[in-house]
């Protein structure tokens, strides 16, 4: 089994076309076992455990609390675009859907790097 795919380009050099798909289901794999793992562990919770004493009691909260900021919304939004488009050009593709997808596919990846 190979776990990546190359070919020749017209010059006779190999290059490197994509991972194996068999690669893509062990990704889907150990995604769900980290899931499951990561569910159970936080369900799992000790009941006396202690609580932070620098959390202030309900009393002393103010009305509306401010959990992030505009910029630190604006970048989280711009990445999720970002890998959503990277995972659509990546794979659609793939289905024989033909757009350019190549230009797209390397300017959300320059945002993303961004």
């Known amino acids: 089994m190979d776990f990546v795919r190359r070919a020749r380009n017209p010059w006779g050099d190999e290059v490197l076309l994509g991972l194996s798909w068999d690669l893509f289901w062990a990704a889907v794999v150990a995604g769900a076992i980290f899931i ?17 004493p620098s959390v202030p009691a309900a009393g002393e909260l103010p009305e509306k609390i401010e959990r992030h900021g505009r910029s630190a919304r604006i970048s989280h939004w711009i990445l999720a675009v970002a890998v959503l488009v990277l995972l659509v050009t990546a794979f659609v593709p793939i289905l024989g859907l033909q757009f350019p997808w190549v230009t797209i596919h390397w300017i959300a990846g320059v945002v993303l790097t961004i």
């Open 36 to 52: 499951v793992v990561h569910a159970y562990l936080s369900w799992k919770k000790k009941p006396g455990a202690p609580t932070n």
